[in-house]
């Protein structure tokens, strides 16, 4: 017997159902792919979308920059600004001054 989905979850249903296709392919044909994407300003994922016929999904996204920062790395960054590594918002600010700082004086500035 199915059970019913919840009423919260109706909406998720469409994303439980989808697969992620990864492609193993040149590296060359990779960057390529991954530069259009910032030319037209859309994900990777998308970009692959667009090529390939299938619809994108105009949701707006919020632009942002990711990294990962193990345990040890928040300790490297507390030395280097004089924090301490349980400070991870005042980490994340300073780190976030650091990059403004890198691309306002690099030389592409």
Do not use: C
């Amino acid at each position: 017997m199915a059970r019913k989905i919840p009423e919260k979850w109706q909406s998720s249903v469409k994303a439980i159902k989808a697969v992620q296709v990864a492609f193993d392919m040149d590296e060359k044909i990779q960057l390529s792919i991954r530069k259009q994407a910032l030319d037209a300003g859309l994900s990777p994922s998308d970009q692959i979308r667009d090529i390939l016929g299938l619809p994108i999904n105009k949701r707006p996204k919020r632009p942002r920059l990711t990294v990962s920062l193990a345990p040890s790395d928040y300790q490297i960054l507390a030395e280097k600004y004089q924090l301490h590594a349980d400070d991870q918002l005042e980490i994340k600010k300073k780190l976030m001054d650091d990059l403004i700082a890198h691309i306002t004086s690099g030389p592409n500035a």
